[in-house]
């Protein structure tokens, strides 16, 4: 693979992130020493900003334990990678998993002392072939039906984000509808809606859990999804919070300290009299 280089870029810590996240959404491994051979100028900005790569990458939302790779491989670390992958609507065909960041993932699943092929991990996670490569027959209706399924279940539907988890439901979508904004728009989502999404963080999820208990929502997780399923599919991302139980607990203990915080009356203003000089009569 030839060097990506580019020295006359402008870093900075913002860049750093955005770089990263461009590389990942290419298909490019994120393991140090890939990007030392192929990107040599963003593993040295990373460095500088960040203080280290690991850092860099955990700081634009990416777990490196997933990037590592070396990572310690097991049956049932790969078992749950492949469960967790498939309830985020990847791609798990193999050419399709070789192709992506988790390759490390998947050629470890295919050595002898794990499964030996991939079929046979897809298998172990309690996955068909027909679940794999269930868009490819799907017509207008089954794409609109799984559209509305995933907008259930808080899923993020910009176009990005359903081309970064390589979802073939988005490829199949754009061969019947045209775009994806069109197939979103039949199955009755507002795409400009979708593409105005609001940019989480802990603190504002935290808010949002606790604006919802303001307004009578009670904070379980069938209720929250209804009511506002993007707050609920924030909250359960790894770099937030990682389960909506974990999520709630810090939105509560915010409220906690919120109400023992005394209130800093406004400073009191006073009026100091301004001394004048007597007025001398004229001779």
Request: aromatic share 10%; net charge positive.
């Amino acid at each position: 693979m030839q060097i990506k280089t580019r020295k006359n870029l402008r870093w900075s810590s913002e860049r750093v992130i955005t770089e990263i996240r461009d590389w990942q959404s290419q298909g490019q491994p994120l393991y140090a020493n890939h990007v030392r051979l192929n990107f040599q100028e963003l593993l040295a900005a990373s460095i500088r900003y960040f203080g280290g790569w690991q850092k860099a990458v955990e700081t634009a939302g990416i777990s490196y334990e997933a990037v590592r790779k070396y990572r310690k491989w097991s049956k049932e670390v790969i078992v749950e990678e492949i469960r967790e992958l498939a309830s985020r609507g990847f791609d798990l065909s193999f050419r399709s998993m070789a192709l992506s960041q988790h390759n490390a993932m998947v050629y470890a699943a295919i050595r002898p002392k794990y499964f030996g092929n991939w079929r046979a991990a897809l298998e172990a996670a309690g996955l068909a072939s027909e679940e794999i490569y269930r868009y490819r027959s799907w017509d207008q209706e089954g794409i609109l039906e799984e559209i509305r399924r995933l907008k259930s279940e808080g899923v993020d539907l910009s176009s990005k984000s359903m081309d970064d988890s390589s979802n073939k439901l988005i490829a199949t979508a754009r061969r019947r509808f045209g775009n994806w904004g069109r197939a979103l728009e039949s199955a009755g989502i507002n795409y400009a809606d979708i593409r105005r999404r609001k940019r989480w963080t802990r603190e504002s999820v935290a808010e949002g859990i606790l604006d919802l208990k303001k307004q009578g929502v009670r904070l379980i997780t069938p209720e929250v999804k209804r009511a506002n399923p993007s707050l609920f599919a924030a909250a359960c991302k790894k770099h937030f919070y990682g389960t909506w139980k974990k999520a709630l607990k810090a939105a509560l203990r915010l409220e906690d300290v919120n109400r023992v915080l005394p209130e800093v009356p406004a400073p009191a203003v006073v009026v100091v009299p301004v001394a004048t000089e007597p007025v001398l009569a004229s001779s």
